[in-house]
């Protein structure tokens, strides 16, 4: 397993990098729509990365991360409402957030169907999902869910359009981006 609780220094300098600028380009995009104040969840938020990525677009939203790495979650912008806590049991009200990030973080989860649960459980109506992954349908996307699985992470990476077809029985209405080994996902949750 991943020692992330003491890795949080090394994401905080290095992790912006993974990030291509089309992606995130493609959030700001995504969180353009969302109304002022709004409640922004990012689940498995290691450093809150994604976080700083919409606070630096968007500085009227009301961001919590959520991660079960405390040590990571330290190392989290002070505008951030940081909890540990993991993506199968949240510690938030029904129907709480406007939006849910998931940056690097799904290929993570002990239990996906779980963890979307959940998700759809404190996701307002209407309520939008962002997930950032790599595609285990290429070479570079196998290659790390190998890597990750011989470290002993669960390495729930997916095809994206086998995730677009499971988060449809959510609920969810799905749009994908594919970049390159990369893509994002970006979800409406339909009324519940």
Not at 148 to 155: I, M, S
Request: net charge neutral.
């Amino acid at each position: 397993m991943i020692p992330f609780n003491h890795l949080g220094w090394i994401f905080k300098t290095f992790g912006s990098r993974i990030y291509p600028k089309e992606v995130r380009q493609g959030l700001y995009e995504f969180i353009e729509v969302l109304e002022s104040h709004s409640k922004v969840l990012d689940i498995g938020a290691g450093t809150g990365m994604m976080c700083e990525f919409v606070h630096a677009y968007r500085d009227d939203l009301f961001l919590t991360a959520v991660d079960p790495a405390i040590g990571m979650l330290k190392f989290s912008p002070s505008y951030v409402t940081t909890y540990k806590a993991s993506a199968e049991d949240l510690p938030f009200n029904n129907r709480h957030f406007d939006c849910i990030l998931m940056g690097e973080s799904l290929h993570h989860f002990r239990d996906v169907d779980m963890a979307i649960k959940e998700s759809t459980r404190v996701l307002k109506d209407k309520g939008k999902l962002f997930i950032y992954d790599f595609n285990v349908a290429t070479f570079m996307g196998k290659s790390i869910c190998r890597g990750e699985k011989l470290l002993g992470e669960p390495g729930n990476f997916f095809e994206p359009e086998v995730l677009k077809r499971k988060l449809e029985t959510y609920g969810f209405v799905v749009a994908i981006k594919h970049y390159g080994w990369r893509y994002t996902i970006s979800a409406i949750l339909e009324e519940k």
